[in-house]
């Protein structure tokens, strides 16, 4: 999967996962999972649900592939983790998604910084508490 286009087929694919055909979704879901190993796929994804422009559907199935992902490949330990050098790009782009307008994205955004944050906070995440703070800070303002 050639860096320039992959995005565009992840978004294909993620299209494919949301149909309401069978075998498009076995398919997709099958192509998802090979991915789900390769370096910079999580980054593609957060590109692809923090990108309003994008359907919200393959938004949704963005963010919870990603989810997904944090869940199974974010310890330290974890076989085919999320390189060190992805997760400072996933987190900074992380912290960019506090204000998501779609209520389904967001809720599962809260869930997926909360999984990420168990392993990385303080140590590998410092900064997450107070651009939280001033998130919600700007949001009341």
């Not at 330290?76 to 209520?103: M, Q």
Request: include cysteine; charge should be negative.
């Amino acid at each position: 999967m050639a860096l320039f286009n992959a995005g565009q087929v992840v978004v294909a694919c993620l299209s494919e996962a949301a149909s309401q055909n069978p075998d498009a979704i076995k398919q997709a879901e099958e192509r998802l999972k090979e991915w789900e190993a390769e370096p910079g796929f999580y980054t593609t994804l957060l590109n692809i649900f923090g990108n309003h422009s994008v359907d919200v559907n393959i938004r949704w199935q963005a963010v919870l592939y990603f989810k997904n992902g944090v869940d199974r490949y974010w310890r330290k330990n974890a076989p085919n983790g999320i390189t060190d050098e992805e997760k400072v790009g996933l987190r900074a782009g992380l912290v960019k998604t506090v204000s998501e307008p779609v209520n389904q994205i967001a809720v599962q955004l809260a869930v997926t910084v909360a999984k990420a944050a168990r392993f990385d906070v303080p140590r590998d995440w410092p900064e997450l508490l107070p651009v939280l703070s001033q998130a919600v800070q700007a949001d009341n303002d």
